[in-house]
């Protein structure tokens, strides 16, 4: 996820994150004591940026199969080849993962180009076991599909892409509702979504703000519920800005019958206050380790 009209500008450099475990008991407590009327840290409330990218490269079937063997859904970015193959990629060209073997825009290279690009070989990743991984197909991802949790699938070009995913979907039958999304910067892309794929749920993707740098404000509750209703979407995810995503901007999107989830919290004791403010789902580079933190520190309450 990444968009450019928010402040301040969220860095992609994966090894450059770091992540914060520790918990303020005080808050940990209070969400337990409310946990029956909000979400809380779980399988199926964290979701697993770009895979478990903590612990293998991202948008990487090593990074999605992490996640599901740990018992967590997965957010994935598909870019739309030039020959029309659905695949996975973050940026809208290929320098980064690739260590700059190929620079071109992931629009303008074929699959077979794509297919020989190592992409588990950069930053923190070389030399390591990963050498060699090559971005997947959307057919690959899908097969990783299970009920009771969801894969996230970020839409990155416009509408143009949406055949080619209903038509990678219509072969193969473990992808569902029950356990498939769409999420998408782009209203247009969004809208196409939901009438090319009514019965799957889209949600519109949203830094929070409007605008760009000194110019960019806070997008308003009712600005983000007037698109929702236009686009058809059926929810929002949002990126958690703990000055203005407060309990009464969830509420009163969650009231308008829309569900609300939240971007990239990569720091437990952020976390818990997004669930507690009534967030459905939180996307995290560390959902493992935020897990294995909340299930130690649950206990540690409980058992005084």
């Known amino acids: ?28 407590a209070v969400t337990i004591a409310v946990s029956l009327e909000a979400a809380v840290p779980s399988h199926s409330t964290l979701i697993s940026h770009r895979g478990e990218s903590l612990d293998a490269p991202e948008n990487t079937l090593p990074a999605y199969r992490t996640a599901v063997e740990r018992g967590f859904g997965f957010e994935c970015d598909v870019y739309l080849s030039k020959d029309g193959r659905v695949f996975t990629f973050h940026d ?40 060699g991984t090559r971005p997947a197909l959307l057919e690959e991802v899908l097969e990783l599909a299970r009920d009771g949790r969801f894969i996230y699938v970020e839409v990155k070009p416009g509408p143009e892409i949406v055949p080619y995913i209903k038509a990678v979907f219509a072969k193969q039958t473990n992808a569902t509702p029950k356990n498939t999304l769409f999420i998408a910067f782009g209203e247009e892309t969004c809208a196409a979504l ?24 806070p997008i ?44 990239t919290v990569d ?32 206990l540690m309450i409980r058992a005084q």
């Open 1 to 28: 996820m990444r968009d450019n009209a928010i402040k301040p500008k969220r860095k992609t450099n994966m090894k450059k994150r770091k992540t914060n475990m520790k918990i303020p008991l005080a808050s940990l």
């Open 92 to 131: 809208t060209n290929l320098r980064r993962t690739t260590n700059g073997a190929n620079t071109n825009a992931c629009a303008d290279v074929t699959w077979d180009e794509v297919s020989r690009l190592d992409v588990g070989s950069w930053g923190k990743w070389k030399d390591s076991r990963f050498a």
């Open 194 to 217: 939901k009438a090319a794929m009514p019965e799957y749920k889209v949600y519109w993707l949203t830094g929070g703000y409007r605008g760009r740098g000194k110019d960019a404000v």
């Open 220 to 263: 308003k509750a009712n600005a983000i519920i007037s698109t929702l209703k236009r686009i058809g979407a059926d929810g929002v995810d949002c990126r958690y800005h703990p000055d203005f995503t407060t309990p009464e901007f969830i509420d009163t999107i969650k009231k308008a019958g829309f569900e609300f989830h939240a971007w």
């Open 267 to 298: 720091d437990l004791s952020e976390t818990i206050e997004v669930f507690r403010r009534g967030a459905d789902s939180v996307t995290t580079n560390c959902a493992k380790k935020q897990l294995d933190a909340w299930n130690t520190a649950e």
